[in-house]
């Protein structure tokens, strides 16, 4: 976390008499600053086709969720290209976050997937 390299109270010292009340005042000034977070958990495979999900969460207002299909490897025979379903975009009230599951998975079956979430 980081601190102010110099913070100084604003102090007003008051004296009196025994028993008479006093007052004092003080000036302040806070800013509280709430870091973006975002959260992408992906539980793997499911066994079940086309039952990939991911969870999300964010406090920021939008999120978007981009699934492309995967390079397969070098040695591999190469798969007939599949399109990837492509961009979600979940979004949320102000002041709110986002919670959801959503879907991750390739049209017509191409697996495996990428999937990248992002905050603009």
């Known amino acids: 976390m980081l601190l102010p390299l ?19 005042t003080a000036h302040l000034n806070f800013r509280i600053i709430i870091p ?35 390079a397969p490897p070098a040695n591999a025979a190469a798969p007939p290209a599949k399109a990837a379903h492509g961009d979600i975009i979940l979004s949320a009230a102000a002041r709110k976050v986002i919670v959801q599951d959503a879907a991750c998975a390739a049209s017509s079956g191409a697996a495996p997937v990428i999937c990248t979430a992002s905050m603009p």
């Open 6 to 24: 110099l913070a100084a109270a604003d102090s007003h010292p008051a004296t009196g008499t025994a028993g008479a009340a006093l007052s004092a």
């Open 36 to 70: 973006k977070v975002l959260s992408l958990d992906a539980p793997g495979p499911s066994g079940v086709a086309g039952a990939n999900t991911v969870a999300i969460m964010s406090n920021n207002r939008n999120v978007s969720l981009t699934v492309t299909a995967a």
